[in-house]
């Protein structure tokens, strides 16, 4: 089993930045890759983005180039740094963690993004 922790998060202005932070314990040898997912009021759970950890990094089409995801390899911790950000990034972001046969989730922190 493995377990997920979130933090960061919170209420931002549009064009400001945040940091969200995940980090996985438990049989974290089994995993193969991490990342972020977000679901906003409404609408259907969406890729921010995930790394493999072979070194393949994707990112959602709406992000890419504002968001960047990173990975400490010695601690199965991953950390999103969001910039410029903007009010459709508002949503409840989630960590999940996949191995060959299970897919992990966190409990999601909020994000708000709002003047």
């Known amino acids: 089993q493995v377990h997920i922790v979130e933090s960061g998060g919170g209420l931002v202005q549009p064009g400001g930045s945040l940091r969200l932070s995940c980090a996985a314990s438990g049989h974290t040898a089994t995993l193969n890759g991490m990342g972020w997912h977000r679901q906003a009021p409404g609408k259907q759970r969406e890729l921010v983005a995930f790394v493999h950890f072979g070194g393949t990094v994707y990112y959602g089409d709406s992000v890419n180039g504002r968001f960047t995801i990173s990975r400490d390899n010695t601690k199965s911790t991953i950390v999103l740094q969001m910039t410029d950000l903007e009010p459709e990034d508002t949503a409840v972001y989630y960590c999940?963690?996949?191995?060959?046969?299970?897919?992990?989730w966190g409990q999601g922190t909020q994000v708000t993004v709002s003047s």
């Open positions: 999940n963690a996949q191995s060959d046969q299970n897919d992990y």
